[in-house]
């Protein structure tokens, strides 16, 4: 007879219950797909992938993903091999012939787990591409992959004379069904910058001579530089999610994500004291202080201290000291105390205040807000 054998449970910790959370994160699936179709819009009605890299933006790429793919996309990108594990049964669930992308490429001695997971490599350099050419040749198979030409970021893709190179043997790519030659603008949220145009002749240029196959330069802020930047496949991630593509310009987008967190406190000062750590935030004169549920270990950035802004019964109210790890203070003299109270939720982000206003206060970019969103919250997805 078999003994009962010892098992472990896994320790992550579990998402709270929507009563018993600290925070909760709403996450607005039908505006996720309303971006997506405003955005192919822009693009022509051409056809977008769905770029799920970092769980989907820190939104959660198994929620995400099957939207996105309802909406049309056929092909998806992440960055990472393992990510494109995770996500393969997802999109099989959602229809029967999506291509997956593992951005990052292909590192030595995966080729079995992408082929046997039906994952594609966007092949990075000539290295890579001679191992796929390998790994196809040996199993007598023909491999499809992108393959990513650098035109100027100097990040990933086949540098200049690998390119050439390549169009100088072809037979490199035996047994490779190039799917895509993909490249990716450094500068493409900056429509004045110099670059963008280096890069699209640069791009033009490193594909004459390399086998016909469709091409890819834009990321979300590229499909808003216009058709000649267009080519055949779209790949915005960020505007998708409620990032705005068009920084000096009202964005094109709907926002996305509301994040709340509840008040733990309420407590009333007087000069001369302070608040939070290191004592930066004096009280000038007698004031009510919350405290509230949410820091920088849920991805509300120390950086913010002292600036940023939350909404309390739809008032606009400063968080002031330092950002603590689980908690942060706002000034909320001029709510009325009923509606500051503890329990209550507040707004840290939300259409009064986007990822890219919080991003303004933190000195960062809306991506990073994004990704760095806790796993603390309840989440919540509408639509
Ligand atoms: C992340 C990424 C994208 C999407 O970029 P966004 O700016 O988020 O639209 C597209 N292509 C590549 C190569 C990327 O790494």
New binding site residues.
């Given amino acids: 007879m078999p003994t009962s054998p010892i098992t472990t449970e896994a320790s992550a910790p579990t998402a709270p219950s929507l009563a018993s959370a600290s925070g909760v994160l709403t996450i607005d699936l039908g505006a996720i797909a309303e971006n997506y179709r405003r955005l192919r819009k822009a693009f022509q009605e051409k056809p977008l992938a769905a770029?799920v890299?970092a769980d989907a933006?820190g939104l959660g790429m198994a929620e995400v993903a099957p939207v996105l793919v309802k909406q049309g996309a056929r092909s998806v990108?992440v960055?990472q091999l393992e990510e494109a594990i995770a996500l393969r049964p997802v999109l099989d669930a959602c229809h029967p012939a999506v291509s997956l992308y593992v951005?990052n490429g292909l590192m030595p001695g995966t080729e079995a787990a992408f082929i046997d997971n039906n994952i594609l490599p966007v092949l990075n350099s000539l290295g890579e591409i001679d191992a796929w050419s390998r790994a196809a040749v040996e199993r007598d198979r023909v491999l499809p992959a992108a393959i990513q030409l650098d035109s100027g970021m100097n990040r990933l893709g086949l540098p200049e004379a690998e390119t050439s190179q390549l169009r100088e043997a072809p037979e490199r790519l035996q047994g490779i069904a190039p799917t895509c030659f993909?490249s990716?603008l450094a500068c493409a949220d900056d429509p004045q910058h110099p670059q963008n145009a280096e890069q699209l002749a640069a791009f033009h240029a490193a594909r004459r001579g390399l086998p016909k196959a469709p091409a890819s330069l834009c990321?979300?802020?590229g499909i808003f530089l216009g058709p000649d930047y267009h080519f055949d496949l779209g790949?915005?991630?960020?505007?998708v999610y409620g990032v705005n593509?068009t920084p000096a310009a009202p964005s094109p987008v709907l926002a996305v994500v509301r994040l709340q967190a509840r008040i733990l406190q309420v407590r009333a000062i007087d000069a001369p004291q302070s608040v939070g750590y290191g004592a930066t935030h004096r009280a000038t004169g007698p004031a009510r202080i919350a405290t509230v549920a949410a820091g920088y270990a849920d991805g509300y950035l120390r950086s913010i201290s002292g600036r940023g802004r939350a909404w309390v019964d739809g008032r606009e109210v400063p968080v002031v000291g330092r950002i603590s790890m689980d908690l942060l203070a706002l000034d909320v003299t001029e709510v009325a105390p009923g509606a500051a109270c503890p329990g209550q939720m507040v707004d840290l982000l939300g259409p009064q205040h986007g990822v890219d206003a919080l991003a303004q206060e933190a000195g960062t970019i809306g991506?990073e807000i994004l990704t760095a969103l806790g796993r603390r919250y309840h989440r919540t997805y509408l639509g």
């Fill in positions: 770029v890299k933006y990108f960055a951005l993909m990716h990321n979300s802020s790949r915005p991630g960020a505007a593509p991506y």
